[in-house]
């Protein structure tokens, strides 16, 4: 009896230690059951670069993790998947629209001076440049960070359709037959920025030699501009970069992942030294979100490696609500009629099993917490299911030990016979579901995933709760001489009429 | 000890029977995965949903008791004349080929649509709250899947079912025999194929899709199928012991009959918390319990009417 008191004591604080870790650390919900928001992110290979590998991918993720953090999305995780995948998680949030454009785009900031010689055909694609852009932001609804009351920016004349047709011939664009106004005017920003950037030296300054950016409303108009510290060299280098064009009527090109967001010219009066100071501010004409996009891209440093969006999935809160309540009625109701069944088919040892199963999902659900294992609704599918393999597990047992009964063992002889006969064939359907979840866990993707921890961590505990907890349960019950009748087991009718007296007593 | 135990029931006796039924049912699944094939508008062999497309998936709620019915064509109309942002050197998608439908009585929309970016489907929703508002912000659900994360993820779900076939086959071989393993896997094949044709015919009559859940319910029927079987091979193999003089076709029948209570028990306690699902589950479960449910029965008759019977067959030398 002492190895049995011993299994007791075992399983007693496991019990206690599972309620305990349940009620301090609670269970990770998934994004399908809470609500938010889930983005995948593939890391491309550009340049020299033909494959990308787990430091370039480090690389990458740490940049992203700056510019999430400049977000302020709490509780946000981003994990690597594969060699070249990025997931990002962002629970609550509904609206993943910024983190996507804040997350998608490269962010290599330069700073570039105009050619010599080239100031006339530069004044003419700014002027296209200006008007165009202002007809697209008549278009475009206000954002709402921005001040409704401030006064307009001041108004480039106005575009006409005649002029418009004008300036894409002047550009030799061909125009595509049916093509929108607003495709028109795309067409043309797209060109006039392609042939400003021509006209554009070499980059001389680089996001690197950033030291801090931030954002301030401007001090004319409404727009937004974002301003920028340079690091010693940066600040030297700007004032180099300064000085050549001050006075010249040549313009300082600030280009952004190969667009022209901003070009400025510089006054007569910093020909001797330049730009000093280390500090300068783009004024692109910046909506109020688009400053703050870019305050975060520049902070976070611009990416080694260009990454493309490949999955958005948003759940809002009530979905996942719903589908959480009921799932867990689903579940909830399927067990307690399994636990039903249990009891009125193999009475004493059935009462026993659902004591057992009932630990097995206390325990499931601890390692859940302890992991910690992310609930998602596969995952609940897979517990389900887990638990329809452990009660299989009991189910073995109990027929083996009845049909030892129906053979005329005694009781106690019965039980352990049971136990080691059904063995065999509990083992061998565990580790065939086990070689299942190995596959799925490291073939499949993040749902399939989710499926298979909980079902590998479902079969392993089956096979510690159906060998242990139920065998210590039923054994310590039966040394009680009261519990200790084979009618507790199966129906009189079924037990053989011969060796009455030693069956009852439970001896061999 | 054990004197030689008559089974009160020979399955032996009703193999042929046994065997009609399952091929039959083989046949019609065939048949439902062929049609499906052939049909121009699936041309595969189940009706592949968002997971395996690729594509962007928007459903919004809206907030309003009653709601003025909408058609799915009126959506669809609003959507074609909309302008949607694009990223520079990008077209902006076309969305003439989306498709929509109404649930709930006009209360929530489904549309299925190209792959869109983030602030295309945001565009996208700002227009269908214009239109069709106001909206519950909560009920809103946006799924974008590229093209080639679909095809990834059908690959990892055929290799992973592939990698645990054969897993599981050099299992049974090591502590069975290979015979024992080729009928274990024929039962399994079966019991995959006749969901698989379930679902075909659904999505030829229901126009139900198959998505990355359906998957992890056929590798789940695998590995239940073979669960079961396993578990009436042991008895084959611990009579070999006592019964070892008896018929093949004879150690089948009083393993099977042995064995029957407790495979239509556990048949029975893991298809209810299934079907407990199927009918209070949420509707994301749904389909996913029908596939389970019906893998599993099926599983379950299989290892009791086909794996066994066939045993003796192949088993002659």
Redesign the interface.
């Given at each position: 009896m002492g190895r049995q008191q011993g299994w007791f004591a075992l399983i007693l604080a496991l019990t206690i230690a599972s309620a305990a870790l349940l009620a301090n650390y609670g269970l990770q919900l998934g994004l399908d059951l809470r609500g938010g928001s889930q983005l995948t992110l593939q890391v491309m290979p550009a340049g020299a670069i033909t494959r990308v590998d787990t430091e370039q991918l480090e690389a990458v993720k740490e940049v992203l993790e700056r510019r999430i953090n400049g977000l302020g999305v709490a509780e946000s995780t981003l994990q690597s998947v594969g060699n070249d995948q990025l997931v990002l998680q962002l629970p609550g949030e509904q609206d993943p629209s910024q983190a996507a454009r804040v997350l998608g785009s490269t962010a290599l900031l330069d700073f570039r001076a105009q050619k010599p010689g080239t100031e006339e055909e530069m004044r003419g694609l700014l002027g296209l440049k200006r008007q165009a852009e202002s007809v697209l932001r008549a278009k475009r609804p206000p954002s709402p960070g921005d001040d409704p009351t401030a006064p307009p920016p001041p108004e480039a004349p106005p575009l006409s359709q005649q002029d418009l047709s004008r300036a894409l011939t002047s550009l030799g664009i061909e125009v595509p037959a049916g093509s929108s106004e607003v495709d028109q005017i795309e067409l043309l920003l797209r060109e006039t920025n392609r042939r400003i950037l021509s006209l554009y030296g070499p980059a001389l300054i680089t996001g690197k030699d950033l030291t801090s950016a931030g954002r301030q409303q401007q001090a004319t108009g409404s727009g937004w501009e974002v301003t920028l510290g340079f690091n010693r060299e940066g600040g030297e280098k700007f004032a180099a970069l300064t000085q050549s064009i001050a006075g010249t009527g040549r313009v300082l090109g600030i280009v952004l992942d190969g667009r022209s967001i901003s070009e400025a010219s510089v006054g007569e009066q910093f020909k001797v030294a330049g730009i000093t100071g280390g500090s300068a501010s783009i004024s692109g004409n910046f909506s109020a979100e688009e400053a703050r996009d870019l305050e975060v891209q520049l902070r976070g440093g611009s990416l080694p490696l260009p990454v493309k969006i490949v999955e958005v999935r948003t759940v809002g809160p009530s979905l996942g609500a719903e589908n959480i309540r009921s799932s867990l009625v689903a579940g909830l109701s399927g067990l307690v009629l399994v636990a039903v069944f249990m009891a009125v088919v193999y009475r004493l040892p059935g009462i026993v099993a659902v004591v057992a199963l009932s630990l097995y999902a206390l325990f499931n659900l601890a390692i859940y917490a302890l992991i910690p294992v992310t609930l998602t609704l596969p995952g609940i599918a897979g517990f389900i299911l887990s638990v329809g393999i452990a009660v299989d597990a009991n189910v073995l047992i109990f027929e083996r030990i009845k049909e030892e009964l129906r053979g005329g063992n005694t009781l106690i002889r019965s039980i352990d016979t049971g136990f080691s006969l059904a063995f065999s064939s509990i083992f061998d359907g565990h580790a065939t579901g086990l070689i299942s979840c190995g596959a799925l866990f490291f073939l499949g993707t993040g749902l399939v995933k989710g499926f298979a921890v909980t079902l590998a961590i479902g079969l392993l505990l089956s096979l510690f709760t159906a060998l242990t907890c139920t065998r210590t349960l039923l054994r310590l019950l039966m040394s009680y001489p009261a519990l200790r009748r084979p009618t507790y087991f199966l129906p009189a009718r079924q037990l053989p009429p011969a060796k009455p007296a030693a069956a009852q007593a439970g001896l061999a | 000890m054990?004197p030689v135990p008559s089974p009160r029931f020979r399955i032996s006796r009703h193999r042929r029977l046994a065997w009609l039924g399952s091929a039959l049912a083989c046949g019609l699944s065939l048949l439902g995965l062929a049609l499906c094939w052939l049909n121009p508008a699936i041309h595969a062999p189940l009706r592949p949903g968002l997971d395996f497309t690729g594509g962007?998936q928007v459903q919004v709620?809206r907030d309003c008791a009653p709601c003025k019915a909408v058609t799915a064509t009126e959506i669809r109309q609003g959507l074609t004349s909309l302008?949607l942002p694009?990223a520079?050197?990008e077209r902006a998608p076309n969305l003439s080929s989306a498709s929509v439908q109404v649930l709930d009585g006009g209360r929530s929309l489904l549309l299925r649509l190209p792959a869109l970016?983030?602030?295309q489907?945001?565009a996208l929703i700002d227009d269908l709250a214009a239109r069709f508002g106001p909206l519950?912000?909560?009920?809103?659900?946006?799924?974008?899947?590229?093209p080639?994360?679909g095809s990834?993820?059908l690959q990892?779900?055929l290799?992973?079912?592939l990698?645990?076939f054969v897993?599981?086959s050099v299992?049974?071989s090591f502590?069975y025999s290979g015979i024992f393993a080729v009928l274990a896997l024929l039962c399994l094949a079966h019991d995959v194929l006749i969901t698989c044709g379930l679902f075909a015919w659904l999505g030829l009559l229901q126009g139900i899709e198959v998505d990355?859940?359906f998957?992890?319910s056929l590798?789940?029927i695998?590995?239940?199928s073979?669960?079961?079987t396993?578990?009436v091979?042991?008895?084959i193999r611990?009579q070999r012991r006592t019964l070892g003089e008896l018929p093949l076709i004879d150690q089948v029948d009083v393993a099977v009959d042995?064995?029957l209570?407790?495979s239509l028990?556990?048949s029975?306690?893991?298809l209810?918390?299934?079907?407990?699902?199927i009918?209070?589950?949420?509707s994301?479960?749904f389909w996913?319990?029908v596939a389970?449910t019906l893998g599993i029965a099926v599983g379950s008759w299989s290892s009791i009417g086909l794996a066994p019977t066939l045993l003796p067959v192949f088993a002659k030398r």
């Open positions: - | 054990t962007t709620e302008n694009s520079e050197g970016g983030a602030d489907s945001t519950i912000k909560s009920g809103t659900s946006v799924n974008t899947i590229g080639t994360l990834r993820l990892g779900s290799l992973s079912l990698v645990s897993g599981i299992y049974i502590s990355s859940l998957a992890v590798i789940t695998a590995g239940y073979v669960n079961d396993v578990v091979y042991d008895r611990e042995a064995t209570t407790r028990y556990t029975f306690t893991t209810l918390p299934l079907v407990a699902l009918f209070f589950g949420g994301t479960l996913f319990a389970l």
